[in-house]
C-alpha cells in the first residue's frame, strides 16, 4: 500500500496560525533589493513585479519552445508518454512552488529560476551534454556545463536584463549533487557573479561549487531532484528498461506520488521558519539511495550507451566540425549562419557586440546546445546526406 506522510499536528497548527496573523519569520527575498545589470531598464509595477518580468522574457525566449523536444533522460524513444525537458520543467516549478508558499518564499523568483534552469541543455540529455563538452573542451581547452549554458542563453546570448538573483539560482541549481542540508549564501553583485561563470568555463570542478544565493533558489535546487527521482524511474519502467520491481524498498516509497510527497513533507518540517533549506537524516540517506539506483538501473543501461557510442558521439563530431569550418571560412548558405546566427539576431536585443563577433568555438557550442533531439537528427542527415549513421528511434510497438 502506498504511504503518505502528513505534517506534525504541531507545526501544521503553527503554520496556519503564522499565517492568519501575519506572524511568520521572513526568509524570503524581497522585490525591493532586485539587482539587474541595466537597473535603468525593466522598472517594477504593481502587475509585473521584478521577477514576473524574469519569467515572462525566459517563456518568450525562442530557445524556451524547445524545451517540447528535447531529451529528459530517454534519448531515442519516440513516445509522447516517456518524459521531455518541457514537462520536467513544469513539475520542478510546481514543487518548488508547493514547498515555496508554505514556507513564505518568493514564488515568482521560484517559478523564474525553475523556467529558465534548463535552457541551456543539449539535446540527447546529459549524455549529449558529456559529448559536447568533449568535444568543446578538445578544440578550446574550455568546459560545457547546461547550467553555465542556461546562464548564457539568457544573459549573452539574448542580453535580456534577467536578475541577478534569478541567474544565480539557474546557476547554481545542479540537481546532480544533493546534500541534506541547503544554506543560502549573499551574492550581491554582477562582478562576483560574472568572475564565478568564467570560472567554470575553466575548471568543470568549480560547477560545483556554486551556491544559491536566495532561499528561494535553494528550494528550487532540490526540486529538481525530487522532480526527477521519481519520475524517471516510471519513465524506465514505461520504456521497458526495468521492472518496478527491480527497484529496491525505500523508506520515503517506491512510486512517484510517494517520493514527491514525502519529500516535500519531511522538508517543510525541518525548514519551516528557518533559513536554510534541510531533510533529516533518513529521507537524505533515502534519497541518496534512490538516486544512486537510479544510476545504476536507468541512467548507465546497456540499451542506451551502445546508441550513445557507436552514434551520437560520432554523429555530434561530424557537425561540430562541419559549422566550425563553415564558420571560419565564412560559408554563408551553412546552417550556422541561415539557422543559428541568422535566428539570434532576429531578437534584436542590444548587445555589446554583434553576436557573429563571438568566437567560433562557442558559437557553435551555442548552436548544437540550442538543438532539439529532432533538429540534431535533421540537420546532421542535410550536412551528411550520403552518411550511413542514423538514430533509429524506438517506437510505441517496438
Do not use: W
Not at 529528459?72 to 518548488?96: E, G, M, P, T
Not at 546557476?171 to 549573499?186: C, F, M, V
Not at 551556491?211 to 519513465?235: F, H, N, W
Request: aromatic share 10%; proline share 4%; charged share 30%.
Amino acid at each position: 500500500m502506498p504511504y503518505y506522510e502528513e505534517l506534525s499536528k504541531d507545526l501544521s497548527e503553527k503554520i496556519a496560525y503564522e499565517k492568519s496573523t501575519g506572524s511568520y519569520m521572513d526568509f524570503s527575498f524581497h522585490n525591493d533589493d532586485v539587482i539587474r545589470r541595466r537597473p535603468d531598464h525593466d522598472k517594477p509595477n504593481i502587475i509585473r513585479t521584478p521577477f514576473i518580468r524574469d519569467a515572462d522574457k525566459i517563456l518568450h525566449c525562442p530557445l524556451y519552445n524547445r524545451y517540447a523536444d528535447k531529451t529528459q533522460v530517454f534519448s531515442f524513444y519516440k513516445n509522447d508518454d516517456i518524459s521531455r525537458r518541457s514537462l520536467h520543467v513544469q513539475l520542478v516549478s510546481k514543487i518548488a512552488r508547493t514547498i515555496g508558499q508554505v514556507l513564505n518564499l518568493n514564488l515568482d523568483l521560484i517559478e523564474a529560476i525553475a523556467l529558465g534552469h534548463d535552457i541551456g541543455h543539449t539535446p540527447f540529455g546529459h549524455e549529449g551534454e558529456r559529448i559536447l563538452d568533449g568535444i568543446y573542451k578538445e578544440h578550446t581547452g574550455r568546459r560545457f556545463a547546461h547550467n553555465i549554458q542556461s546562464v548564457r542563453v539568457l544573459d549573452s546570448i539574448y542580453p535580456y536584463n534577467i536578475s541577478l538573483q534569478t541567474l544565480n539560482g539557474i546557476a547554481a541549481h545542479n540537481g546532480e549533487i544533493e546534500l541534506s542540508k541547503y544554506e543560502p549564501k549573499a551574492l550581491d553583485s554582477f562582478e562576483v557573479f560574472d568572475k564565478e561563470i568564467e570560472a567554470c568555463f575553466i575548471d568543470i570542478e568549480e560547477n560545483k561549487r556554486l551556491v544559491p544565493c536566495t532561499l528561494e533558489g535553494c528550494v528550487m535546487r532540490i526540486s529538481d531532484i525530487i522532480a526527477y527521482l521519481g519520475k524517471d524511474r516510471q519513465d524506465a519502467v514505461r520504456a521497458h528498461i526495468v521492472k518496478e520491481e527491480d527497484f529496491s524498498p525505500s523508506d520515503i516509497g517506491s512510486i512517484n506520488a510517494e517520493i514527491i510527497n514525502n519529500l516535500i513533507v519531511n522538508i517543510v518540517e525541518n525548514s519551516y521558519g528557518k533559513p536554510y533549506i534541510k531533510m533529516d537524516e533518513v529521507h537524505f540517506k533515502a534519497l541518496q539511495q534512490l538516486k544512486n539506483e537510479n544510476y545504476v538501473k536507468i541512467y548507465k543501461a546497456k540499451q542506451t550507451q551502445s546508441r550513445i557510442e557507436t552514434c551520437l558521439l560520432p554523429m555530434m563530431t561530424e557537425i561540430y566540425n562541419k559549422l566550425l569550418d563553415d564558420l571560419k571560412t565564412g560559408k554563408k548558405d551553412s546552417p550556422v549562419f541561415k539557422s543559428h546566427i541568422n535566428y539570434v539576431n532576429k531578437a534584436h536585443y542590444q548587445r555589446a557586440f554583434p553576436y557573429e563577433e563571438t568566437e567560433a568555438n562557442q558559437i557553435v557550442a551555442d548552436f548544437i546546445a540550442s538543438m532539439t533531439d529532432d533538429y540534431f537528427v535533421d540537420i546532421y542527415k542535410y550536412l551528411f546526406p550520403k552518411s550511413k549513421l542514423r538514430i533509429e528511434y524506438i517506437g510505441y510497438f517496438d
